[in-house]
């Protein structure tokens, strides 16, 4: 009690003879507020290569049918990650069940001291009896059974198993080609490729299935080498009178007879296959005598036979409209100049509406009736109208095209 008191004092006498100094408050400094997850530039985001190309159609001079030959040499897919060859064992005996592929792997190299790193395991689980015979015909068997692929570093004796694979595929010098691959790459819900027009190559990531869509797509230009080139008007219009639709009978009236061949109806809007009298600028010449037309996109999509490509309306047009998510998904075979489509309308939510159509060489498809509602806006009475106007692309070797070229194309 003393010591505390004492101890008390003499804190407080201490306290009495020192100086106290005000402190200085310290400046406030403000910072700028950055944005917490920063953004690419609208105009660099939509920066597009392919738009020149693709998004302007000359209407006026249009081929029913075109032949491009090309080089034997192209049309070459090739993984672009290289491995180095397995060391040269024989393998005698081996057995394993029920066993993931990155463990028979790694039990396999394990006596040659090779790390095997499984980048996105675990993979498909295996059974084999008395496996023998070259050690790199035998990792390529289990690879491919399980559906991954691997590459060897001899260096750092390192085995790497992943799902996908980066490749390269070479095209030919043809613009037109190289569209018609994107095309059917990207029907076939191929993404994220990129194009190098100097090198004329496509590059890509994909696992087993990927590869075998194209491996397919490159078969079918030695096998079916007939491509169909659609060029796309899209309109959105708004009838004059806004308590009224565009009587579409009028069409029978102001164009010649046997103009329209048949009419088809869809879940949604209609479809009418017509003769080369409808065109881009009869259309509109129609349109505006009775609504306010505006062109929301134009472009060309390409379609090898049997397969499906797909034209975004947003690619050829502006992204801030309300139809900017539709895309026109059209799969095509040829046969004796008469085509058989399946041309369907679908947006990020799912199918808006499908056709499935038998026409000519040289007849068009126009598309009316698809109110603008279908894409979210409250306008009342505005309509898209969409006309395709397809034409033949045939791909063939320079060697047969030399010997063709006085030849009838069918």
Known sequence: MIRFLFTAFLLAASISGCRVIPVRPEPIVTQETLPSVPTTTKTAEKFDIEKPLRCNVNWIEQDIITTIP???VIFKLERITKSDPLPRYEITGFTFKDMPAEKVISKLLSEANIKVIALDGPYNRLS?????GELEKTIKMIS???EIYYTYDAKSKRLILRRKESWRLYMPSSKIVILAILDALRGSDIKDIITDWEDKTLL???GYGIEKKVRNLIKYFDEEPNLLAYDVDVYRVYPVNYSKE???QDILKEFPE??????????LGRLLITGSEMNSATLRKFLRSRAAVKQISQGTFIVPTRWQSRFDIGRCGSQEIAEAGLSILVKSSIKERRLESDITFDLPRGELTRFSTKSRLGENFLVIGIPTEAFGTTRKNAEIVVLLSPRVIRIIKSTEYIKQSEKSLF
């Open 204 to 206: 890509f990531k994909g």
């Open 246 to 248: 565009i009587v579409w």
């Open 258 to 267: 046997d103009t329209v061949k048949v009419s088809l109806r869809g879940v």
């Open 70 to 72: 090309y080089k034997d």
């Open 144 to 146: 491919e059974s399980s």
């Open 128 to 132: 084999a009896r008395n496996l023998k």
